[in-house]
């Protein structure tokens, strides 16, 4: 088959032909229709993600998948050879990935595509839409409360907004004027705040005085920035979830701080899949690439994206 693969830890990346993958009993082939890009993808492909996983060379790049069920394993009884599914690779090992034409997953990474829902689409939830889940999740929103989102305007973020609004959230993105404003407004945002234009803390405060119930995080590595701006925003039973490790409980008394790690979980999709096929929550895409166009997208992550940048293999 053909896929886009590290071949070893002194190579870069390449598409290439490689073995169709092994099924175990409690797998299913997917035949990969489409997938996107996610930084994590970026720091796998570039040898970054070494801090955290273990490389099995070669390694088939690619988290997000979107396809169709080409083989069972011996132990799966509730999907059949045909079906739409989507899903996610998520491991701590680097071996596996979605951007080929088929890949062998665990059942639990993979629900059933909404009818509603194109393969593009449903190939850009993935990694993302989990992660804003999660984050959502963690601040325990509550109707009619504000939450700034920090990063609406990319994958996670694009999520995260609608997921909030969904909920009856006043949502403060964070975008610059332009295309990045007008998306995040169409995703649900209330009110938007120009990060790159002054202090974001100065901008929130301008639109609500009394600052926010919640805050997520998707742009904070530092400590210190993080804990600097949930404190000028939030007092005590504030919550901040961030997706970069920067929240700090003991810097944070009286705020419900979580570091959020995205983790498969089946009714963690299936509640995607659920909102997704019920029409509240689209795939926030704006550019498509080929599989032979991988390195592209990977470029146009790092110089700065709007939303989802899908692949279609
Ligand atoms: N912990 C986990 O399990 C987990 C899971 C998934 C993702 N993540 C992390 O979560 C973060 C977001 O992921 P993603 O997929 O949404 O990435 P993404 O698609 O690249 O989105 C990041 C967005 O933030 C914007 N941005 C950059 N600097 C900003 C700033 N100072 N203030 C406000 N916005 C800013 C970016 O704009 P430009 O593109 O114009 O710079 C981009 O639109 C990444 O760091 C990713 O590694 C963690």
């Given at each position: ?143 009619g409360e504000a939450v700034l989102v920090n990063g609406a305007t990319g994958g996670v973020g694009g999520y995260a907004v609608q997921m909030l609004a969904d909920r009856g959230v006043h949502v ?45 995080d998707l742009v904070n590595r530092d400590k210190d920035t993080l804990t600097a701006l949930a404190t000028r925003l939030m007092g005590p039973g504030g919550r901040v979830a961030c997706t970069g490790h920067a929240a700090d409980p003991e810097r944070l008394p009286g705020i419900h701080a979580v570091n959020v790690l995205a983790e498969i979980d089946q009714d963690a ?45």
């Amino acid at each position: 088959m053909r896929a886009y693969v590290l071949p070893d830890d002194e190579s870069g990346p390449a598409l290439t032909e490689v073995p169709a993958p092994q099924l175990a009993d409690d797998e299913v082939l997917v035949r990969v229709r489409a997938s996107s890009v996610n930084p994590h993808d970026a720091m796998v492909a570039n040898g970054s993600a070494a801090r955290y996983m273990t490389y099995h060379f070669p390694v088939v790049l690619g988290s997000d998948l979107c396809g169709t069920i080409d083989a069972l394993g011996a132990n799966v009884t509730d999907l059949a050879v045909g079906q739409r599914v989507f899903g996610l690779v998520r491991e701590r090992v680097a071996a596996r990935g979605s951007f080929a034409q088929l890949v062998a997953v665990p059942r639990e990474w993979v629900v059933p595509a909404p009818d509603n829902l194109d393969d593009v689409s449903a190939g850009a939830l993935g990694l993302a839409a989990l992660t804003a889940l999660r984050c959502v999740e963690a601040v325990r929103p509550a109707e009619g409360e504000a939450v700034l989102v920090n990063g609406a305007t990319g994958g996670v973020g694009g999520y995260a907004v609608q997921m909030l609004a969904d909920r009856g959230v006043h949502v403060i993105a964070t975008a610059r004027p332009g295309e990045e404003d007008e998306l995040v407004r169409k995703l649900g945002a209330t009110h938007v705040v120009d990060w790159s234009d002054g202090d974001l803390a100065d901008a929130v405060r301008a639109l609500r005085p009394d600052g926010v119930a919640a805050v997520v995080d998707l742009v904070n590595r530092d400590k210190d920035t993080l804990t600097a701006l949930a404190t000028r925003l939030m007092g005590p039973g504030g919550r901040v979830a961030c997706t970069g490790h920067a929240a700090d409980p003991e810097r944070l008394p009286g705020i419900h701080a979580v570091n959020v790690l995205a983790e498969i979980d089946q009714d963690a999709l299936l509640a995607i899949a659920d909102l997704a096929g019920a029409g509240r929550l689209r795939a926030p895409v704006t550019r498509v690439f080929g599989l032979e166009e991988i390195d592209r997208a990977f470029a146009a992550l790092s110089a700065g994206s709007l939303g989802k940048l899908a692949i279609r293999v």
